[in-house]
């Protein structure tokens, strides 16, 4: 583990940590956006105000979700739902991956599992995730025990922002795919996310 992940993983400054709330926030609405523009949805654009950079980390998650909710909802409106959980996850995985890829160079995580854990810890703390690893005999396993935004998402919404965490993970470490099969907003005691090397549709 490089010097910069470790300082991090013990203390973690308030300014990196909204630097990725927001970034998160700003890429993820925008591309739900784009999804709707280019299906030649109308939709207000509006959606998306300034409020998103204000308030404590709890403020700011609870607008994020519920901007994401409302993109999500036109889009299921609109769309219909396989469309919506195509297009969506599609777009949220890039976004996610790009997102993934920005913050390995900027902590220096490398490419093994210790690394990949130490940084998800630290981008996971701003969004109110709390999440074991749990390594099997086919592989390894994220549990994720407490999420705050399962307290505002519906279940269609954290099923497209899902693929986000998916693409985080594997820009932080390209060697690694993972897929969330169970999910708390859809009644799950955990969400329940395999980790492999092999490929894995979205």
Not at 142 to 151: G, Q
Not at 158 to 166: F, H, N, Q
Request: charge should be positive; glycine fraction near 6%; include cysteine.
């Amino acid at each position: 583990m490089g010097l910069k992940l470790r300082l991090l993983s013990f203390w973690t400054p308030e300014w990196f940590l909204k630097k990725f709330l927001d970034e998160l926030a700003f890429s993820t609405i925008n591309s739900l956006e784009e999804v709707l523009i280019k299906q030649g949805t109308n939709f207000d654009k509006d959606v998306i105000s300034n409020t998103l950079q204000t308030g404590n980390f709890q403020e700011r998650r609870r607008i994020m979700a519920n901007l994401q909710n409302q993109l999500v909802k036109t889009m299921l409106e609109t769309l219909g739902r396989d469309k919506t959980i195509k297009l969506g996850r599609k777009a949220m995985f890039k976004e996610g991956l790009a997102l993934g890829c920005k913050f390995k160079k900027m902590l220096g995580v490398g490419n093994n599992l210790e690394d990949l854990i130490s940084a998800a810890r630290i981008l996971y703390k701003v969004l109110g995730i709390e999440f074991s690893v749990k390594i099997k005999n086919n592989g390894m396993v994220m549990l994720v025990n407490r999420c705050v935004l399962s307290d505002y998402y519906y279940p269609d919404t954290c099923k497209v922002l899902s693929a986000a965490d998916e693409g985080v993970v594997q820009g932080l470490n390209p060697n690694l795919k993972m897929v969330f099969q169970k999910r708390i907003t859809e009644g799950a005691p955990c969400c329940v996310a395999p980790i492999y090397q092999e490929e894995i549709k979205i």
